[in-house]
């Protein structure tokens, strides 16, 4: 199965915009589902986007629809998570996660159907 790269992140202030990546490495994501999820210190993770890799299919939650975008670049198979107009309770660790079983894409928003995670990478949004 892939292993996830990641790459991206850092500090922002409000209303700015970060680019993260995950890069699958050892395979590809054609029969997967990618996700992003986000954990803040003290909080539970959280479901941020997904996308179906067949057919494109994008899912996002509440807090982040409309301000970040995720999509997949089929030439460097890596799936792209861009935040716009950041706010402070955006800050959190940020995870990617790769998942190809008969629970996805349905389960999209629960971390349990998805097998590979990436590294984490940290996004700070300073007010």
């Known amino acids: 199965q892939v292993q996830l790269v990641q790459s991206g992140g850092g500090l922002v202030q409000v209303g700015g915009s970060l680019r993260l990546s995950c890069a699958a490495s050892?395979?590809?994501?054609?029969?997967?589902?990618v996700a992003w999820f986000r954990q803040a210190p003290g909080k539970e993770r959280e479901f941020v986007a997904a996308?179906?890799?067949?057919?494109?299919?994008?899912y996002y939650s509440d807090s982040v629809k409309y301000r970040f975008t995720v999509s997949g670049d089929n030439a460097k198979n890596m799936v792209l998570l861009q935040l716009n107009r950041l706010k402070p309770e955006d800050t959190a660790d940020y995870s990617c996660?790769?998942?190809?079983?008969?629970?996805?894409?349905?389960?999209?928003?629960?971390?349990?159907?998805?097998?590979?995670w990436g590294q984490g990478t940290q996004v700070t949004v300073s007010s």
């Open positions: 996660a790769a998942g190809a079983n008969r629970y996805l894409p349905a389960r999209y928003s629960d971390s349990w159907p998805y097998a590979v």
């Open positions: 050892g395979g590809t994501f054609n029969t997967y589902t």
């Open positions: 996308i179906n890799w067949k057919d494109g299919s994008t």
